[in-house]
């Protein structure tokens, strides 16, 4: 990557999360402009192709641009029919990654390990904890949004309509699954390779919006404190999440370990967070990738997917 290259580095955006975006792109932003490159912050709106025209961007950097209409495969598309190269995964891929169903089905279809699920449409009426065919407790989520946004822990009936509400409110499909108790595990996967394994423990309550951007908030253990053989396992089921999905660049894999020590896959993150407190950065400099390293890594990967 020439540092002439006119880098645009798209952040903001329009999903519900836009304001950690907004700091994974000042992240990004400066790090590029410390090590020398041509870069230009961009806001993501309705008005993306004229900016980029405007501003004669050669390369668009993705990794700040969480959420709906950015990380799932919709700026992707557009940039491939403009012909701009950008970093992260295809169009296809980041759709996969972004809807959660869709990623579970094809996890399961390749013989990943993932919890049991229902899926319910907005329109489908009130269900009760006896239409759930796990029961409760059981875990709320739109069905395309980041962050946990949208999230909610079920343990009782009172429960059940707000989860249904909070999720709703972001998504016309919602995802309810069996709520697992156990560790939090996070993998980051750049290009194929699983790099490392940080655990997340919340001092209060779930890895919630709250306690994800909220300096104290949450304990990271990195590397996380796993036996060799389940840290191997580990590793593998990050590694191979990526590959059926199709991710390329840099990914952070969720899953739960629960107290058998068993292995379910959350979701993939086709777009992690490069906030101070986000995971990723943890995990590069772990394998000892600093910041810099790191976003010039994932730089490199800028490609159109598109009959390139």
Same mark, same amino acid.
């Given at each position: ?31 590029? +402009?410390?090590? %020398? ?7 993501? &709106? *309705?008005? /993306?192709?004229?900016?980029? $025209? ?105 429960? +059940?309509?707000? %989860? ?7 998504? &016309? *499909?919602? /995802?309810?699954?069996?709520? $697992? ?128």
């Amino acid at each position: 990557m020439q540092n002439s290259r006119k880098i645009g580095v798209l952040m903001g955006g329009m999903s519900a999360e836009r304001e950690v975006s907004l700091k994974s792109g000042k992240a990004i932003f400066d790090a590029l +402009l410390a090590m %020398g490159y041509n870069a230009v912050a961009i806001d993501v &709106g *309705r008005d /993306l192709p004229q900016k980029l $025209i405007e501003e004669k961007v050669e390369v668009a950097m993705l990794a700040a641009l969480h959420g709906k209409w950015g990380e799932d495969g919709c700026v992707q598309g557009l940039l491939e029919i403009m012909g701009i190269p950008y970093t992260g995964c295809s169009t296809i891929a980041s759709a996969i990654g972004m809807d959660k169903i869709i990623a579970k089905q094809t996890f399961r279809y390749h013989g990943l390990p993932t919890a049991d699920w229902i899926v319910v449409e907005k329109n489908s009426g009130p269900l009760k904890s006896a239409d759930i065919p796990f029961g409760l407790p059981c875990v709320i989520k739109p069905a395309t949004e980041g962050s946990s946004i949208g999230v909610s822990i079920v343990r009782n009936e009172e429960e +059940l309509h707000p %989860g249904f509400e909070s999720a709703f409110e972001y998504d &016309g *499909r919602i /995802l309810i699954e069996p709520y $697992i108790k156990g560790r939090e595990l996070n993998v980051g996967v750049l290009n194929g390779d699983a790099l490392g394994i940080v655990e997340v423990r919340p001092k209060e309550g779930f890895y919630d919006y709250k306690n994800k951007y909220t300096p104290g908030n949450t304990e990271y253990l990195c590397p996380a404190p796993l036996d060799a053989h389940v840290e191997k396992e580990v590793k593998r089921i990050g590694a191979a999440a990526s590959e059926v999905i199709g991710c390329t660049g840099i990914v952070r894999v969720e899953m739960i370990l629960d107290e058998k020590e068993r292995l379910f896959l959350l979701e993939v993150n086709t777009l992690p967070g490069m906030t101070t407190t986000s995971l990723v950065p943890k995990i590069a400099k772990l394998v000892g990738i600093d910041f810099q390293q790191l976003v010039k890594r994932i730089l490199q990967t800028a490609t159109l997917h598109i009959g390139n």
